[in-house]
């Protein structure tokens, strides 16, 4: 079947899509576990097992009720992981994307946008514990307390043992277990840096011929409609195998709170004379600037001076009519850049804002439990084109050049906070971070600014259908 060619309005099959992509999920405890199959044909069967002892816990999109599944898990495979568990589709010479194929990793193409440098360079990642190309699945998994979540672990674990080497878990972290545990911070619902995070998503409308950036068809794989044929694969076995999924941009960023804290306490020293408050309110005045919202998740757009209750989850607002001069909200702060919003649009090939689901948690303890610890955010951006969706919004981050918001005949300012910094930058990028204030006198913070956060792995994944795991686990050899 060629995708391309529907033109009726489908309704997504819940029931075959991951829960992952449609559902945010809420459960308090959540592992993600990388593993490393073994190229060998004779592999493949104990490959398969692995897949059988995981399907029982396999979670659709389908309403699960009142009550929530106490563990559960998705399944993220990468390009030579498919290729290993079906070898007939040959994905590495298929028409899968060719950034998927290539990796995060590759020099000549995702990082052109991603700009991985220096201790966060891909020859780093992973704490350089195992290959880029060694990892080929993801299972993540899900628990309603430590308890289920030890369960669940040790089911995943106990398959993987089973495989007698031909699934072999990676343990990228220097911690006690060595995986990407969520950490239970509290309040819950916060980063390391102390923001809140996964408020603005999204809102997906499961009318699948939709062509807004929101809509379910700019995410899920085989509801594709003329004249925005994405995403893909659009035809042959390997539009088939990958029908009703998406794709899965697994992220681990370590934030350096130490350098984090030590810049707002020295900036706020500097800034607070300039805007008449006290050194305390400075520090998160300029913490909000330099995420677009205050630590609460209040907007600048709609509580400029300070943080409220009411506006905390807030996403009802744009840039257009409120903030065009940046004097609430600066136009590079993180934010804004991630999501112009209807600030307007002015870069190569597309006119629109293109948008990713994100499902992130932190992980490591905080530096009260232990300064020395590695911490910092798992995060899954979803969406269903790698290239123009995820590599596009972080081109945008390193470099802001995207609007007419930002002068061309200036250098080109980075994204204060996420941003990756060439060290020594390029002359045509700005080290400062600027924040219009309406008397004309701008607050320019000097640069160049910190590396607050440092890449710490990459990995690009499909998260298959349901009948598509089936089909790996269920198939004879």
Known sequence: MNYT???ETVK???NDIQGLIINGYTHPCSVHMLFKFDHQD???????EFFRDLLPYLQSAEDWGALKPEIMLNIGLSAIGINIVKPEL???NSSFPSTFKKGPWDPNNAQQSLGDYGDGAPSQWWNKKFNNKDVHCVVHVY???PTAQEKIVGIVNDAALKSNGAVTELKPLNSESGRLEQYLLVPSDYIHFRYRDSIDEPDLNQNSAGRDQQDL????IGYSTLPNP???PLSGPEADFAKNGCYNAFRILYQDVEAFNDFLEKQSELIAPQIKNTKEYTA???????????RNGSPLVLSSDEPQHDTSKSTDFGYLKDDMQGLKCPFSAHTRVSNPRDEGVDAAGSDTVPRIIRRGMPYGPPMSVDPDADRGLIGLFLCGDLSSQFETLYGWINMNNFSNVFNPADNTPQDPLVANRIVPLPGNVDPDFTIPMADGNNIVVQGPLPQFVVTRGTAYFLLPSISALKEIALSEI
């Open 230 to 232: 994405i995403p893909g």
């Open 12 to 14: 997504p099959e819940l």
């Open 90 to 92: 040959n994905v590495l």
């Open 5 to 7: 060619q529907q033109t």
């Open 217 to 220: 068809n700019n995410f899920l």
């Open 143 to 145: 628990a309603m307390n």
């Open 42 to 48: 004779f592999s493949l069967h104990a490959i398969k």
């Open 284 to 294: 998160e005045w300029l913490a909000a600037k330099m995420c677009g919202r205050w």
